[in-house]
T-cell receptor
Framework: DQQVKQNSPSLSVQEGRISILNCDYT??????FLWYKKYPAEGPTFLIS?????DKNEDGRFTVFLNKSAKHLSLHIVPSQPGDSAVYFC????????????FGKGTHLIIQP | DAGVIQSPRHEVTEMGQEVTLRCKPI?????LFWYRQTMMRGLELLIY????????DSGMPEDRFSAKMPNASFSTLKIQPSEPRDSAVYFC????????????FGPGTRLTVL
């Protein structure tokens, strides 16, 4: 039973346009959400996070939106750059629980020149 | 400031051999995690430690897998005997404030069992 789902295995976006990566979750106890970025042959690197008390968090070109009623979050990258080509993992946790982070399977973002 | 360090980066071994993967967490972090990544299952948490104590090893696939953390700056993941289906990338991660907080990953060890 996948508690964190990234339904798009891959996404292709033209350079300069907006990239939108989506993530859905099923566990209503999740209260902290993160996005990680992973290049080939490297470990995932933390990108941005959001607490459930917020619905938006912005850091430069990256914005994460959280819709708690829909149990959905998204990562917006604007404008998209070639260096953004990577696999993006969504992760969620219940900070009061004991299960650590639960990861989605990732979305491979490809930025086309 | 060094990140999480893992060794070796690549390991190729034959079925039945013992494999030991090593991890040095970020200094000052009190939680350490071992993950396995495969195409089929994505990132799976195998085990995590809080203050060097194993908290949850329910993700460890079989008794062939064991993990230790003898001190705050070192952990090992051992597979004995190894099997071809263990081939995967194994990541170690650490966090400052516990198991549900932001985790910082090492570069991973790519294990191939022939």
């Amino acid at each position: 039973d996948q508690q964190v789902k990234q339904n798009s295995p891959s996404l292709s976006v033209q350079e300069g346009r907006i990239s939108i990566l989506n993530c859905d979750y099923t566990n209503s106890m999740f209260d902290y959400f993160l996005w990680y970025k992973k290049y080939p042959a490297e470990g995932p690197t933390f990108l941005i996070s959001i607490s459930s008390i917020k619905d938006k968090n912005e850091d430069g070109r990256f914005t994460v939106f959280l819709n708690k009623s829909a149990k959905h979050l998204s990562l917006h990258i604007v404008p998209s750059q070639p260096g953004d080509s990577a696999v993006y993992f969504c992760a969620a946790s219940d900070r009061g629980g004991a299960d650590g982070l639960t990861f989605g399977k990732g979305t491979h973002l490809i930025i086309q020149p | 400031d060094a990140g999480v360090i893992q060794s070796p980066r690549h390991e190729v071994t034959e079925m039945g051999q013992e494999v030991t993967l090593r991890c040095k967490p970020i200094s000052g972090h009190n939680s350490l995690f071992w993950y396995r990544q495969t195409m089929m299952r994505g990132l799976e948490l195998l085990i995590y430690f809080n203050n060097n104590v194993p908290i949850d090893d329910s993700g460890m696939p079989e008794d062939r897998f064991s993990a230790k953390m003898p001190n705050a700056s070192f952990s090992t993941l051992k597979i004995q005997p190894s099997e071809p289906r263990d081939s995967a990338v194994y990541f170690c991660a650490s966090s400052l404030r516990g198991f549900a907080d932001t985790q910082y990953f090492g570069p991973g060890t790519r294990l191939t069992v022939l």
